[in-house]
């Protein structure tokens, strides 16, 4: 569901994605960063390859959100939700680690970008519910 307006992508609310922009050109992670248009951006991170992000603010993105947002703009490595009240489902978080890619706000993206597996980065909340799912 989309945070400003029915239609894909789902647009920054402010109709800007600076919070984003700002956050990685303070990260030691990330080499260079480039907005590709309609919220993909691609990410040069400092383990030497490049990452393909979708920016996202939909209130509860979840696969069905996942499987639009590839079929309208293509591949992607990663889907960060930009906003602090928005998020994603735990469905969502599953599917999206399958295919290897990560699904995160901001502030798990900034960490999981430390790791080689970043896609696989859950939170420690995250890390309990999948246990208990048994998906861990």
Known sequence: MAARNDSFPWTSHYGHYRFFETQMARHGQV???KSLGDGVYELVWAKGSTLRAFICECYAFGVAEYLETTDKVGKVDAVIINSMWCGYTPDAKRYCREEKVGLFRIT???SALHRNDYW???TDEEKDYFRK???L
Do not use: D, R, T, V
Request: aromatic content about 24%; proline content about 0%; overall charge neutral.
């Open 31 to 33: 080499k260079s960063l």
């Open 133 to 135: 799912q048994g998906w």
């Open 108 to 110: 798990e993206f900034m």
């Open 120 to 122: 696989a980065y859950l």
